[in-house]
T-cell receptor, first 114, second 112 residues
Framework: KNQVEQSPQSLIILEGKNCTLQ??????????LRWYKQDTGRGPVSLTI?????NTKSNGRYTATLDADTKQSSLHITASQLSDSASYIC?????????????FGRGTQLTVWP | EADIYQTPRYLVIGTGKKITLECSQT?????MYWYQQDPGMELHLIHY???????EKGDLSSESTVSRIRTEHFPLTLESARPSHTSQYLC???????????FGPGTRLTVT
C-alpha cells in the first residue's frame, strides 16, 4: 500500500531556531516528492518539488532533501519566523498513471513562539 | 499566489439542504481536483477532471457530484447535506503534466 508518513506530528520551536521535518514514503513507482505549507484555514502552497535525480532543493530558508534509495525526505527550516507557523505536508506522486496520483502525509504542525 | 478561487470560504447549513461549492481557475489548466480534508488528517481525493465533460471519482467515496462544462469552472454539489459532510473542501488544478497542483483557499463546510 502506498503511504506517506511524517514526523513529528507537531513541533514547537522558538523564533530564530532551526528545525527539520521528516517524511518517509512507500510510494512506487516514484515520480516526485513535494513539500507544501498550509496555513490554518487556507489551501496548501508548494515549497519545493524534487524528482528522482534530485537530492536537495532550496527555496529561501527552506531546504528539502531526498534519498530515493531509502525513500526518505526532510525539510529543513533555517532561522524560523513567526510566519512559519503552519502545517507542512509531504506529498509523493507516482508515475503509474496519467493522473500522477498524489499521496499525502498528515502533515507536521509547526508552531513558532516569539 | 495561484489564480484559483473558491466560494464560499465558510458555509453553515442545515441538514437536507442542497449546496454547491464553486471553484474557478484562470490559468487555463486542463486538470482539476476536489479534495476533502478533516482537521489533522491528510487530503483525500474525491473527484477529478481531465478536461471539459470529463469527470471521475477519486479515492474517497463521496456523495457529492461534480461537473466540468467550462475549462475554468469545476463546481461540487451536495444534493442533501448531512452532518457527516462537515469538512474542509479544497479545489486544485494542474497543467496536463501534473508536476504541480495549485490549491484554492478551501471551503469550510459545517452541516448542523
Amino acid at each position: 500500500k502506498n503511504q506517506v508518513e511524517q514526523s513529528p506530528q507537531s513541533l514547537i520551536i522558538l523564533e530564530g531556531k532551526n528545525c527539520t521535518l521528516q517524511c518517509n514514503y512507500t510510494v512506487s513507482p516514484f515520480s516526485n516528492l513535494r513539500w507544501y505549507k498550509q496555513d490554518t484555514g487556507r489551501g496548501p502552497v508548494s515549497l519545493t518539488i524534487m524528482t528522482f535525480s534530485e537530492n536537495t532543493k532550496s527555496n529561501g530558508r527552506y531546504t528539502a532533501t531526498l534519498d530515493a534509495d531509502t525513500k526518505q525526505s526532510s525539510l529543513h527550516i533555517t532561522a524560523s519566523q513567526l510566519s512559519d507557523s503552519a502545517s507542512y505536508i509531504c506529498v509523493v506522486s507516482d508515475r503509474g498513471s496519467t493522473l500522477g496520483r498524489l499521496y499525502f502525509g498528515r502533515g507536521t504542525q509547526l508552531t513558532v513562539w516569539p | 499566489e495561484a489564480d484559483i478561487y473558491q466560494t464560499p470560504r465558510y458555509l453553515v447549513i442545515g441538514t437536507g439542504k442542497k449546496i454547491t461549492l464553486e471553484c474557478s481557475q484562470t490559468m487555463g489548466h486542463d486538470k482539476m481536483y476536489w479534495y476533502q480534508q478533516d482537521p489533522g488528517m491528510e487530503l483525500h481525493l474525491i473527484h477529478y477532471s481531465y478536461g471539459v465533460n470529463s469527470t471521475e471519482k477519486g479515492d474517497l467515496s463521496s456523495e457529492s457530484t461534480v461537473s466540468r462544462i467550462r475549462t475554468e469552472h469545476f463546481p461540487l454539489t451536495l444534493e442533501s447535506a448531512r452532518p457527516s459532510h462537515t469538512s474542509q473542501y479544497l479545489c486544485a488544478s494542474s497543467e496536463a503534466r501534473p508536476y504541480e497542483q495549485y490549491f484554492g483557499p478551501g471551503t469550510r463546510l459545517t452541516v448542523t
